[in-house]
């Protein structure tokens, strides 16, 4: 089981049809999978991915 790594939670808001109707909406956090150099499996955000990426270069 991968552990989560990230304290990332949905964001809410709602959608507005044309008439001006509000019904409740989720945004989701992207996860992935990631196996790091260890061997160990985490759950982090497609964003956080990118910046640890980024800052190991």
Same mark, same amino acid.
């Given at each position: 089981?991968?552990? =989560?790594?990230?304290?990332? @939670?949905?964001?809410? +808001? ?9 019904? &409740?909406?989720?945004?989701?956090? =992207?996860?992935?999978?990631? @196996?790091?150099?260890? +061997? ?9 991915? &990118? ?7």
């Amino acid at each position: 089981m991968a552990k =989560n790594v990230s304290n990332t @939670t949905p964001l809410f +808001g709602n959608r507005r049809s044309h008439s001006c109707k509000a019904t &409740r909406h989720a945004q989701k956090p =992207n996860y992935q999978k990631v @196996t790091l150099e260890n +061997g160990q499996t985490v759950r982090m955000t497609s964003r956080e991915l &990118r910046t640890l990426k980024k800052n190991a270069a």
